[in-house]
């Protein structure tokens, strides 16, 4: 048996190895306090709480804030009924993608103030962990090697994404296994995973919807569909309570396809002209970033579009998510890899995976059944 999950395991460690180096470094550079990887700024109105409960909580400077703040806010409120959601301007939107908040809000034993940045920290190197090894056995099971596990390890947004408190490592967990129990014919576990990475992000809810329309396009009953009802009631009260739909509120989050990567493209040429030299720097690096990620993800949309596995479907919902990003999203590189980590790690098994519709997925490195059959009859 142990024989049998070495290379997951193996893929599983690689991940936290390269998480757990950012996050050393981060906290050495801190004094290991883990609040400061919450990066919550004095003028974000929510710093209040965090202080009043915690005065040694570590503020950041009004230009070091990031959305780790917001999941400490769902993390110490998780149903909007206390006072950190009053404490944030366009709470709906926060509030509909909870799933990382939530989970942090558990495993610090129901909000404790003093163990949420803890919490959120805990649940990240877990989840990335835990991504290596999905990434590894849904690999396998495709019928590629499971070294492809190592995509989660080499992805520079999940990495990233761990030591700044943010939701992309656990939702890239609930995307693998998701479409691992798909693949493995688990409907039961495959429903509730995607119904979790639907509270993730709301556009999420394109993956089980897109799966969904794979199914029929196969004649098969759609049963995937059902996973994004549990979001859709959280939506509706979020609009009873709070007022409006999460989708209803924020400023910047999706534009026309294609245009938020034009502009970002003609931004950061800009900027690489420019005279300070810190903005050249983020400029010229932003620049091949954006062109080569792009094409990348182009590229491997065009080849899903052969829909030969459940993965095809789901990186076709998700790349034609990315493309209608802001420019806000790719002009500086720390946001470019994060805002695109789950397309990017399902990017490889796209581009490898050997199933076909109506073949059982293949186990470990094997070749499909119907290979060996052939080479069989030829002998």
């Known amino acids: 048996m142990l024989r049998r999950h070495a290379i997951p395991l193996a893929c599983a460690f690689a991940a936290l190895a390269a998480a757990g180096a950012g996050v050393v470094e981060s906290l050495h550079q801190q004094h290991w306090d883990t609040t400061a990887l919450v990066r919550i700024h004095g003028a974000l109105p929510v710093s209040k709480l965090a202080t009043q409960s915690d005065p040694a909580f570590r503020l950041r400077e009004n230009s070091g804030f990031y959305d780790g703040a917001y999941f400490y806010a769902i993390a110490r409120d998780p149903l909007a009924t206390g006072q950190a959601h009053r404490l944030l301007d366009e709470a709906p939107y ?27 920290l805990a649940v990240g190197l877990a989840s990335i962990f835990l991504a290596g090894a999905a990434a590894s056995l849904l690999a396998g099971a495709l019928g590629w090697t499971p070294w492809g596990g190592l995509a989660v390890a080499l992805n520079p947004g999940l990495v990233f994404a761990v030591s700044s408190d943010t939701s992309e490592p656990f939702g890239a967990a609930l995307l693998l296994f998701g479409l691992l129990a798909y693949v493995r014919g688990r409907r039961g576990w ?133 493309a209608c990003i802001t420019p806000n999203g790719l002009e500086f590189p720390k946001d470019l890899i994060r805002e695109l980590a789950l397309v990017l790690v399902l990017l490889p098994f796209a581009l490898a995976v050997r199933a076909t519709p109506g073949e059982p997925a293949s186990s470990g490195t094997r070749p499909p059944a119907r290979l060996l059959s052939a080479l069989r009859r030829g002998s």
Do not use: M, N
């Open 94 to 120: 926060y509030w509909g993608h909870p799933a990382y908040g939530w989970v942090a809000w558990l495993a610090s034993a129901g909000g404790r103030p003093g163990a949420v940045p803890d919490a959120l």
């Open 190 to 322: 495959a429903i509730g995973l995607f119904a979790l990475l639907c509270f993730v992000k709301e556009p999420l809810v394109l993956v089980p919807l897109a799966i969904a329309a794979w199914e029929l396009w196969r004649r098969r009953p759609p049963f995937v569909a059902a996973a994004v009802v549990p979001a859709a009631a959280w939506w509706v009260y979020l609009r009873v309570h709070l007022g409006h739909f999460p989708f209803g509120q924020g400023s910047e989050r999706l534009t026309a396809p294609f245009k938020g990567w034009k502009d970002a493209l003609a931004y950061a040429a800009a900027q690489s002209w420019s005279p300070s030299q810190v903005e050249t720097q983020l400029g010229q690096a932003a620049l091949p970033l954006i062109i080569v990620v792009g094409l990348a993800i182009a590229a491997a949309a065009v080849y899903a579009l052969r829909l030969r596995s459940v993965v095809h479907p789901a990186f076709l919902a998700i790349a034609a998510l990315y």
